[in-house]
Structure formats: C-alpha cells, structure tokens
C-alpha cells in the first residue's frame, strides 16, 4: 500500500464511518430511548443522591462525602460487603463449571437429552416464594430430610442450616447454584451450537482427540458466551437478594445480610435514601471494575475469524 | 475527540438527571406546605357540590385477612351522604415498602391505615401525616375512650393519628389437651413461672404425634415483649439488660424442657402460630386479641374442631395480673389529601364507636374502648363466655413508642434476638451488642 | 476416517451410561424440592407443618386447587401475567436484536463506551433507582397500569448485552459476503444474522419471559388494583402477619409453573438449532 492509496482509503473509510454511525443509531435507537428515560436517567439520578440527604419526602439536603464517610465506618456495611463477596466467589464459579458440564453432556437434541435439559431447567422457572419455604422445610434442621439423610450417612451432627450463623451462607448459595444452573446450561449449550461443525471436522482431520478440541475448540470458540455467563453471573451474585429475603431476612443475626438486602433496609426501613445510593455506588464501582478488566480481556481472546 | 464527546453526554445526562433532583424536592416543598391550603379548597368545595366526594383509603388484605376494612367502607358509603370512601388494597407483607413508594411518587391518597408504630414513625418523621386537632374541636370529638394511648399519638402536642385497633397480649388454650392431662385450666393470675412448669407438664408425644406445652412465635418482638411488660425498660432508650428474664425463660423452655419448639426449628419451617395452635399441637399460647376473631372464624368455617379458651397473659410475681404488651394500629390523614374533612369523616367513623362495635363483633380489639364495644365482643357467638374478664387490662404497656428509631431499632431487636434464641451468642453477649448498637444508632442519627 | 467414527460411535457408549446414571442422580436432586411443593399443594393447611415429612398426604385436598381460584382473582392474575409475558418478551426481543446487531456488527465511534453503559446499568440494583423511576412513570400518568411495566421492562441493558455476544461468534465472513452480494445492514440483520441466532433469541425469550412472569418486585411497586395484579403478587397474598396458607401457596406456583414448562418444552427445540445444524459453511 503506497501513500496515496492511504489517503485515498482514509477518506473512503471516513465516509464508510460517517454511513455506519447513521445505521447503528437507528439500530440503537428504539432500544437507546427506553433505556434511557426509564433505566439510564433514574440510574443517574440514584448516583446523584450520593452526595445527598434525602428521606423520600422532605427537601433534598446536600451532604458532601457524608454518606460515604457514614459508610466507612458502619460495621453493617462491611459485614454485608464481606457476606456477598463471599456468596459471588462460591456461587459464580459453582453455577459456571455445573452449568457448563451440564451443557455439554446435554448440547444435542435427542428425546434422552430433551427430557433431562427440561428437568434440570425447571428450578430457573419456579417462583423463589414457593421454592424458598419448600428449601427452608428441607433443611429444617431437626427433622427436615437433607439432615435425616445425612445423619443415615452417619454424621452424627449435621448442620443447622438457615437457623445457623455458620450454615445458613451455604444454604443459600446451594439453592442460588441450583436455581439458575439450568439457565446458563441454556446459554451454554445455545452457544456450543453456535460451533461450526468445519471446525470440529478439520480438528478430526488433524487427529485432534476429544480433549484437545475441547481446549482448541470449544473453549475459544465459547470465549463469548463464557464472558457473558462470567458477567452475567458476577452482576446476579453481587446483587443476589430474592432469596435472601424469602429464605432468611439476612439473618440468622445478619450471617446472610448481603449489600443489597443492606441497601434496601437503608432504603425502605431507614428511609435513607442518599445512603443507600452511596452503598449502590461502591457495588456499581466494583462491578464495573470487574466488567472491564474482563472486557479488555475478551478483546484480547475474541476470535473474529 | 472522543473523550470531550463523552464527555459532553455525560454532563447533559447528568443535568437532566439535576432537574429530575429539583423537580423531586419542589413536590416534596409543595407537599409539606399543603395543610393550611387543603381546609380552603375543601371548604369552597363542600359548599358547591352536592354530590359525594371521593376519598381513597389505603388499607391491606381486604380481600384475605383484613375483610374488616371492608364491612367498614361498605357501612361507611350506607350512612354518609356527603363522603364515599374507596379502598386501596396492598398486600400486608410488603405495605410498608409500597406506601412508602407511592407517597413519595406523590400518588394521590387521602387517608392510611397504620401496619405498627415504626410504620408511623416514620410517617411522622417524613411529615407524610397531617395533625388532626382542628377537626377534633371542630366536631368536640370525645378522645376519653381511647385511654393513654391517645397520648402514644401525639407528636409535638398535636394529635398525628386515632388508634384504630389496640390489641394486646392474652393467654390462649386447648381445653381438650388439659383435661387429658388433667391439669386445672389456666387463670387470669398465672405468673410466668407457674407458666413454664405447666407446659413442662402438657408436653408428650414425639414426631408428628408431638404436643408442645406452648409456642413462642418467630415475630421479632415476641420474647422481648414479656420482660417489655415490667416496665423496666424499653426498646429504645438502650440497656436491655432487663430483657435478660424473658430470654432466659424461653431458653429454658425451648432448650431445657423442651416444652416449646426451638426458635431455629419453628423459623426453618415456616411454623406458624395459627396452625400450630388450631391443629391441637400446643396446649396454651401467648397471642395477640386478634386470634380472638381468626378462631371464632375458622371454627365457623369448619377448618378447626378446638376447644378453647382464654386468660390473661402470664406476669412476673412483681407485677399484677393483667399486665401485658399491646401494640396500636393507628389510622391517619395524608398530608399530601385536600380533602382533609373527607377523609376525617371516615377516620371518625372507623375509629370511632361505630366502627369500634364493628370490629368487635368481627373478634378484634378496637382502640376506642366503652362498654358497649366490649360487650360486643364478649357477646359474639363462639366466644369462650365463661372467660371474658382476660380481656380486662391493669396496665398495657406498648410494645414500642414512636420514635425516629423505631423502625431501625426494631430491625437490630430481630438480628439480635435470634442469635440469643438460635445459640449463636449467649444472652449477655446478645444484650451487650444491643446496647453498643443502639448507641451507635443513636449517634448517627443525632 | 472409518476407524475414528467407529470409536466415536463405541467408546462413548460406557461413558454414556455413566453419564446419564450421574445425571438421573443429579436430576433427582434438583427435583427434590418439587416434590415437596406438590406434596404440600394437596394437604390441608394445618397438615403442611408437619415433620417428619409425610409425602403422601394423610387427606388429599383437592379443593386447594379450586380455591385459589375462588380466594383471589386467580383468572385475573392469570390473564394479566400472560399479556404482560407476551408484550415484554416481543419488544424486548425486537428492540435488543436490533441494538446488538448495531453493537456486534457495525464499527462506529462510542461503540465500547456505550456499550459498557449499557453494562454498568445492569451492576446498579433495581432496589436503589425504583424511586426516581417511580417518580418518571407517575409523571407520565402511567402509574398502576400495564403499559408502565411494559415500558421499564421491555428495553433493558441485559437482552442487548446476551444477543451482542452471540451476534460476535457468527462468522464475519457472512456478512461481508452479503454486503459484497448488495444487502444492506437491515437485511443482513433479517435475513442472515437473525436466523443463525434463533438459539441466543430463544434463550433471551425464555430468560425474558421467565423474568417477567415469576417478577416480583417490579409489579409490586408498579400494580396497585386487583384488576391489574400478576400471579407472584397474587400468591403474596395468601402470606400476612395473621395468616399463611402455604397449601394455596403451593397450589397456585404449581398452577403458574405449568405454563412456563410448556413453553420451554416447545421453544428448547430452537436452542440447537444453530449455526452448527443449519449447515452454513463459516
């Protein structure tokens, strides 16, 4: 390529942007204005009661970095930030490998496959109040079966689940894992079905076995599909909050209060409104930390082929 | 290029978002300034329109479990010719959380029933709730009847709300169950220590065939309540070194003689005081007058065969019988209303004598108390008669008194109290953690 | 090539078996609680408490499942819940393909940064701007009405951000090929990259769908009157503070379940159906 070329590519390119601008925002549009005035601009205006005092009813007060000194020092807040911390590292790499396993033995359709997809996707459409007081009955700790089981495997003092301060975290984070396993097994197998067969075949060719083409195929070629799980599951965790309040109102004690149980009491208990958007800023803040580090990484990995 | 662009974006979203902020607060300015343009307009309009005015009313459960707001309404929109009242429905679980959303979006309501005194608290402290005393002389209405606990509302002087329901504690039975165990049945002047011992004798049984002497119920509140009643102290001023009786003798109950189901099983599965009781598997419980008009209806629909009865909530030896814990159900006027005389009309109504006979008849407590709405109540069929004197009173303590805490004290009783009742921490230890946390509250909210 | 399909086609065989041993233990596990909710459905109410579980109830209740209807306005909820699945699903389905396409496929300045907007919005918890969204519907006259709903729920960041990265993993090389042929964007959107991704729009249906049907919070602050409630706010109400009959409880999620199961039974068909068994050469 000489330097005229160049000159002359760079202005094609321009009018090629120029024409490509004008499409997407017409693509963009009808989603962009929903978005917009009914998620972006509440969103904002949340981000902006930070610096405020506000009680939902009486005047707007501003409060510098008040909330945010009010937050430093609440122990509530750190027992909520370490409570859902906690809850997304064991939840999210839980519900991925179980999900991904799951789709794999179940990604092609046959009656066997059908059957079980839909067994295995049926805790995803239950609604959490009926799901929740049917966990709490079997985890019951006296008389409830999953102890009745375990105490014929003899263990002579299985745990007390939602009723302990040490039991009740992993009794939610089972019935997180279990809730929305079958969805990303969904999202999972949708993509693996989404593989052009070529490549599997030109792996075959090559004389690839089955393990090398799950790391030289499927894997890159999931790389999408797996930062959207990654993300995806990352947000929920962090945001986790119907079961918690259906399974234990964040307790025993507050053994279970996570940040957004955390926020919605300052919310709607408290009536602190410019607080509970402060505390909503710092779990934003982690989460988009997270998001763009991941981000830039799936830039990295990408195949665009 | 790029970055001034965004930039930009960022800085028009976030002036829209400025305006929203300025929008919000002047409702809010308009709002509280309401009252005194509220008696003008609806002055000007009584006296030009003939026709009824509409008032909205919100209430919970009408359908389910409150069908008493209803019988109220309907009564309402019979006898007055000047107001008709209609009702808001929400579900009881999540009233507080809505109301609080609608108000703050400024939906019009005029008139609201109160779930408990830290749902009012913080009606007060938002100034959601406008002062009823212009209406009270206007019409010389009679508060005599609504004892101390006229006083309970009032805030700076002034009258907030009219305590609509006042239930309080008492003592319920299985007849059936102590005559098998031939034990006497209990009397008004039961103390707690006579309590335990006789629900050490009434448990038997094992498996689903178990009988439990008595049932503490999984509310936040429930075991705080018994040492609430001595008047040593209360939920708001810290020290809760008093609370130290109650839960030593439910601990004891519930780990030791095992005569109560342990909180951690009774909040794992789901165990609910009502069914527990109606289905014979506990000989007496400690419950709220409201269980009065849930057993008189269940029995009539055939869902329970018990036979039961009433007395006074057990006291400690230092106390008189007849000292228990109550807990208000007040009703207000919406500062955000024009139609203040309206809505007066029907909170007059309802939390006034008429209504209070009605609530009687349907076996709950009303707040505005004479004698011709306890004989209501003792005179509706399926009253256990022989027992009307349990529903005399020496001194009702409450519950919790309105307080810009109350809601958030409530909150750290319940995280508190179950880690006392599950184990987790010991009593002391439990009741020194709520005196730090109080005083941490305390000094953020000063 | 014979000998390698040939141990394609036997050694899996065993591990085949195993495999679905694991998976029958694994799916009696996760049904488990189902079987307490359909258990409980049919037990008088005082009878739900009981322990040691009894499985098969003592008195079979059959009148729960009548109840329900009668109790509330179950049909109504019922009603309300479908249309409300239905319109959602659609726009969210048109309006986020659409987006993403823009997002995956075409190269234009502000891309990554609205795009990690969009993103960013889904980290905030609903709980923190319900308020001020609250505040925009009531300004608009829209409050305790379908059409709020419809309008907060139809246009979210997520459905954008899950076909955005299916759309990524169809071949570049398709879409050039029919710009080369002269199909301009909006074809390529209808007639190539839609088809390829019934997969990824079935799964953004199914989540759409499931989301607004089971949706609590949203229609708890959106929907006041019992003519517009859904059925999440409709079980809601047999669960106070005086009351709780976890048997209609039970009765009414089985009955809301049904139709989601029928749904995914038909739509899973989609699912596999992708690039991989459409045949197109990438």
């Not at chain 1, 002359?8 to 549009?29: E, P, Q, S, V």
């Not at chain 3, 499931?210 to 609590?216: A, L, R």
Request: glycine content about 6%.
């Amino acid at each position: 390529m000489n330097i005229a070329n160049k000159d002359l590519n760079k202005a094609i390119n321009k009018k090629i942007d120029t024409r490509n601008r004008i499409i997407a925002y017409a693509f963009l549009l009808p989603n962009f204005l929903g978005f917009l005035v009914f998620t972006l601009i509440p969103v904002l205006f949340s981000f902006v009661l930070c610096t405020m005092e506000w009680d939902t009813s009486n005047p707007i007060k501003f409060a510098g970095l008040g909330n945010f000194i009010t937050m430093f020092k609440d122990e509530g807040f750190y027992i909520s930030l370490l409570n859902t911390i906690y809850y997304t590292l064991t939840v999210v790499p839980g519900t991925l490998i179980l999900s991904l396993i799951l789709a794999l033995a179940l990604s092609k359709g046959s009656k066997i496959t059908n059957f079980f997809r839909s067994l295995f996707f049926f805790p995803y459409i239950s609604s959490l109040v009926a799901v929740a007081v049917a966990w709490n009955m079997l985890f019951q700790p006296d008389m409830g079966p999953i102890n009745e089981i375990l105490r014929s495997l003899g263990i002579s003092n299985p745990p007390g689940w939602t009723a302990s301060t040490v039991w009740a975290m992993p009794a939610i984070i089972f019935v997180g894992i279990w809730k929305t396993m079958g969805y990303y097994m969904i999202i999972y197998i949708a993509g693996l079905n989404d593989i052009p067969v070529q490549l599997y075949e030109a792996a075959t060719v090559d004389g690839a076995n089955s393990w090398q083409k799950f790391w030289k195929v499927t894997v890159p070629m999931l790389t999408p599909t797996t930062f959207f799980v990654t993300i995806m599951l990352l947000i929920n965790s962090f945001k986790v909050f119907d079961q918690i309040a259906v399974m234990t109102n964040g307790g025993p004690g507050r053994a279970t209060n996570v940040l957004v149980y955390y926020i919605y009491n300052q919310a709607f208990v408290n009536f602190k409104m410019g607080y509970a958007s402060a505390v909503a800023l710092v779990l934003f803040a982690l989460v988009l930390t997270i998001t763009i580090v991941q981000f830039k990484n799936e830039e990295k990995w990408v195949n665009y082929m | 290029m790029k970055f001034k662009k965004i930039t930009a974006i960022f800085i028009g979203l976030s002036l829209i978002a400025t305006l929203f902020a300025g929008c919000g607060s002047k409702k809010t300015e308009e709002a509280a300034s309401q009252p005194e343009v509220q008696s003008e307009e609806t002055q000007a309009s009584t006296s030009t329109v003939s026709e009824k005015k509409k008032i909205k009313f919100v209430c919970w459960d009408i359908a389910t479990n409150a069908k008493e707001f209803n019988d109220l309404a309907e009564e309402f929109n019979k006898q007055s010719d000047t107001v008709e009242v209609e009702l808001v429905d929400i579900a009881s679980k999540d009233y507080i959380d809505k109301t609080a959303v609608m108000l703050t979006a400024g939906e019009d309501l005029d008139g609201i029933a109160i779930k408990e005194i830290p749902q009012y608290s913080s009606l007060l402290m938002k100034k959601q709730i406008a002062p009823l005393d212009e209406y009270i002389s206007k019409d010389n209405f009679n508060m005599n009847p609504y004892g101390a606990n006229a006083d309970v509302l009032k805030a700076e002087g002034k009258t907030m709300a009219l305590p609509y329901r006042s239930d309080f504690w008492i003592l319920y039975y299985n007849k059936d169950i102590f005559d098998k165990a031939k034990l006497a049945y209990p009397t008004d002047d039961m103390t707690w220590e006579q309590f335990r011992e006789i629900s050490k004798k009434l448990t038997s049984g094992k498996g689903n065939d178990k009988i439990w002497g008595t049932y503490f119920h999984t509310f936040d509140n429930t075991i705080a309540d018994i040492s609430t009643a001595t008047r040593k102290g209360d939920l708001i001023s810290g020290n809760f070194g008093y609370l130290k009786p109650a839960f030593e003798l439910a601990l004891e109950m519930e780990q030791d003689d095992k005569s109560a189901m342990t909180f951690a099983a009774a909040k794992t599965s789901n165990a609910h005081y009502k069914a527990m009781f109606e289905s014979g598997k506990v000989a007496m419980h400690v419950m709220g007058t409201w269980h009065i008009g849930q057993l008189i209806a269940d029995k009539k629909a055939g869902t329970t065969n018990i036979n039961w009865g009433i007395a006074k909530a057990p006291h400690f030896a230092e106390n008189k019988p007849g000292t228990t814990v109550g807990n208000l159900t007040p009703v207000a006027l919406l500062s955000s209303s024009k139609k203040g005389d309206s809505v007066w009309e029907f909170l007059k109504f309802m939390a006034g004598e008429k209504g209070a006979v009605m609530l009687g008849q349907r076996g709950l407590m009303p707040g505005y108390i004479n004698q011709a709405v306890l004989d209501a109540v003792a005179s509706i069929d399926g009253f256990p008669k022989d027992n009307k004197s349990a529903l005399e009173t020496v001194d009702v303590v409450q519950q919790l008194l309105p307080h810009k805490n109350a809601a958030q004290m409530k909150k750290i009783l319940a995280e508190e109290s179950e880690l006392i009742l599950t184990k987790a921490k010991s009593i002391d230890e439990g009741l020194k953690e709520l005196d730090e946390r109080t005083k941490d509250l305390a000094a953020d909210n000063k | 090539m014979p000998i390698n399909t040939e141990l394609r086609r036997s050694k899996p065989n065993l591990t085949t078996i195993l495999g679905y041993i694991g998976l029958s233990i694994a799916a009696v596990l996760v049904m488990f609680p189902f079987a307490w909710m359909l258990s409980a459905s049919f037990k008088p109410d005082n009878d739900v408490y009981e322990f040691p579980i009894r499985w098969i109830p003592k008195i079979f209740r059959w009148q729960n499942y009548v109840d329900i209807w009668k109790q509330i306005k179950f049909g109504v909820f019922y009603f309300n819940t479908v249309k409300l699945t239905v319109i959602i699903t659609f726009l969210q389905l048109l309006t986020s393909s659409l987006a993403a396409y823009a997002f995956a496929k075409i190269k234009f300045k502000g891309r990554n940064t609205l795009f990690i907007a969009y993103i960013g919005t889904i980290a905030v918890p609903f709980q923190v701007y319900m308020i001020p969204q609250f505040i925009i519907i009531r300004k608009l006259g829209l409050s305790d009405s379908h059409l709020s709903l419809i309008l907060i729920q139809a246009f979210t960041a997520y459905g954008v951000f899950l076909l955005r990265q299916f759309f990524m993993s169809i071949p570049e090389e398709l879409s050039e090929s029919a710009r080369i042929d002269g199909l301009g964007e909006l074809g390529i959107y209808a007639k190539i990259i839609l088809p390829l991704a019934k997969p990824a729009l079935t799964s953004l249906g199914i989540f759409t769908a499931v989301f607004v049907w089971n949706d609590f919070l949203g229609p708890l602050i959106y929907l006041t009157s019992q003519k517009n409630l859904t059925i999440q706010l409709g079980i809601r109400l047999f669960l106070s503070d005086y009351n709780q009959s976890f048997a209609l409880i039970m009765a009414a999620a089985v009955c809301s379940m049904i139709p989601v199961v029928l749904i995914f039974l038909i739509a899973q068909r989609f699912l596999i159906e992708g690039i991989a068994t459409t045949g197109i050469k990438g």
